[in-house]
């Protein structure tokens, strides 16, 4: 759960792990082995891990759903059902079973999004 999590996370920020892990000044074995979940993160790593990806710890070890913690939700000033179909989006991401797949679709959703930030600003 956590590694997996990781990963998307990662993903969906356009991040190596080697960058990840420069970011978090561990090893890009230490990002690998997290995300193949050889190993866990002890509490100080998930703590920089939450940090680093504005989520909370709950969500890194599955204790919640929701990946954005309740102060980044308020910034965002999405309405709650805007919320709500951003954690279901979330979940489909994660239920992909095939990584590939679900790589390309989180691939697909940042160039589409940065494709309409971009028309916005024309």
Known sequence: MIGQ???????????????????????????????????????DMLKNLADFFNVSVDYLIGRTDSHLQDEVKEGLKYSEDQLKKIDELHEILL???NEEMRNMIIQSAIMYANGVKASVKK
């Not at 998307?8 to 990002?31: C, F, S, W």
């Open 95 to 97: 239920s992909i079973e």
């Open 5 to 43: 999590r990781i990963r998307l996370l990662r993903k969906m920020r356009n991040l190596t792990q080697a960058d990840l892990a420069e970011a978090l000044d561990v090893a890009k074995t230490t990002i690998s082995a997290y995300e193949n979940e050889v190993n866990e993160p002890n509490h």
